[in-house]
């Protein structure tokens, strides 16, 4: 413990620090050495020489640099828990800024997609009308230019004579401008009386056709109709004998049952009357039997070849004075065998017992040496340490007395953890 003091005492008095942290303090502490010469000069010299204001910002972002540093750093609920306030406070802004954003250009959208909506049905009112506009003037052209009576078949088509009104003399005419020629209508009377009456030809002709087409329909139902009702005749002339027949079958299977329930009565009572004689003969055959006459002879059959005679069960009356005098030696003699090995028992655990109690008092004898000498060396270790802290004691008197006179100061401290290199 006192080498590991030590070696601490020496870590803190010379601290370590890194290469890449050496450099820059070695840079900055030129660079401060640099402008603090420059301004000494100044103030000897007393000559106004003007200084690069380069050097100067980059010595006040170095400043400002080490400076959030160091609050950064040596803030502890910063450090401990990682919570950057002004980065989360950029995320929120950034992200209301966003949704604003996201907001207007929905805003955006909306609007055109009204304007949009509205352009469009404009259009296709706008076009609607322009069809009925033009739909309206074509139509009056129609009227005021293009009217039937102006054209030169307004006499063949209107019935009108002389529609048109040529100012030049028909003598001056040519033939393109013939209209009626001779002959053309000759026969027409003729011709439209014949066309009439082959109409009329044709028309009694469909006529009577149609006549024909429906007697042959009427025909055809009513021969429909005769054939169904002959079906259904048929149908009730089958349904009947159907009936009939039903009724002949149902009739002859009663008969059948009948006779079926006649016979099986007469087969009961005949099997009843055998039942009964049979039980007669048993009866019989038991009162005279070996069973109840209790004849000893009647259980017992001679098997011979030197054996036992084989025993009847159902036979059998019970044992005879000699098998009981036999089984009664028997069973004295297993109680005898049974005692004699009781008191055996008896004496084995007892002297199993004997032992027991031999084997318990040397392992109490065992356990109380082997107690006694666990105490003796709690003694002698409780004695060993006593003496080990007393040296201990007397050493750390040395150490805090006579060799570490000089305590650090506060001063000592505060020289540690100024930068946050």
Not at 35 to 50: F, H
Not at 276 to 304: D, I, K, Q, W, Y
Not at 312 to 339: A, C, Y
Request: hydrophobic share 30%; charged share 35%; proline share 2%.
């Amino acid at each position: 413990m006192v080498t590991k003091g030590i070696q601490t005492q020496q870590d803190q008095t010379h601290p370590t620090v890194s290469a890449p942290h050496w450099t820059q303090v070695t840079k900055l502490s030129r660079l401060v050495g640099y402008i603090w010469y420059i301004r000494e000069t100044e103030k000897m010299y007393k000559v106004d020489l003007p200084v690069d204001p380069s050097v100067e910002n980059a010595v006040e972002m170095r400043r400002s640099a080490e400076t959030a540093r160091k609050a950064r750093i040596f803030n502890t609920r910063l450090r401990v828990l990682g919570l950057d306030l002004d980065a989360l406070n950029q995320q929120v802004q950034e992200k209301k800024h966003q949704q604003n954003m996201e907001k207007q250009r929905d805003k955006a959208f909306d609007k055109l997609r009204e304007y949009h909506d509205v352009a469009l049905l404009q259009q296709d009112i706008d076009g609607r009308e322009k069809q009925a506009a033009l739909h309206t003037d074509l139509t009056k052209y129609w009227a005021t230019h293009q009217r039937v009576e102006d054209t030169r078949d307004a006499d063949l088509k209107c019935g009108l004579k002389g529609a048109f009104r040529s100012t030049i003399p028909e003598a001056e005419l040519g033939p393109a401008s013939m209209k009626i020629f001779q002959g053309e209508g000759i026969g027409e009377e003729q011709r439209r009386r014949e066309q009439n009456k082959k109409t009329d030809r044709d028309l009694r002709a469909q006529k009577e056709d149609n006549e024909r087409r429906l007697l042959v329909e009427k025909h055809r139902e009513m021969l429909v109709s005769k054939e169904l009702v002959h079906q259904d005749c048929r149908g009730l002339q089958l349904r009947t004998l159907e009936e009939e027949c039903k009724k002949a079958a149902h009739v002859a299977l009663n008969n059948y049952n009948q006779a079926l329930a006649a016979e099986q009565t007469e087969t009961l009572k005949e099997q009843h009357r055998r039942e009964e004689r049979e039980n007669l003969a048993e009866m019989r055959h038991t009162l005279t039997s070996n069973m109840m006459t209790e004849c000893a002879e009647a259980a017992a059959r001679e098997v011979g070849g030197g054996r036992l005679p084989l025993v009847l069960v159902d036979r059998w009356k019970g044992m005879n004075p000699e098998q009981l005098s036999v089984i009664h030696r028997e069973r004295e003699e297993q109680r005898l065998e049974r005692q004699r090995q009781r008191e055996a028992k008896k004496i084995q655990d007892a002297a199993w017992q004997l032992q027991l109690l031999k084997l318990s008092r040397e392992a109490e004898e065992k356990e109380s040496r082997a107690e006694e000498l666990r105490r003796e060396k709690r003694i002698q270790t409780g004695r060993y340490n006593m003496q080990l802290a007393g040296e201990q004691q007397a050493y750390q008197e040395y150490l805090n007395k006579k060799l570490y006179t000089n305590k650090p100061s506060k001063d000592y401290f505060y020289q540690f953890n100024t930068s946050s290199r």
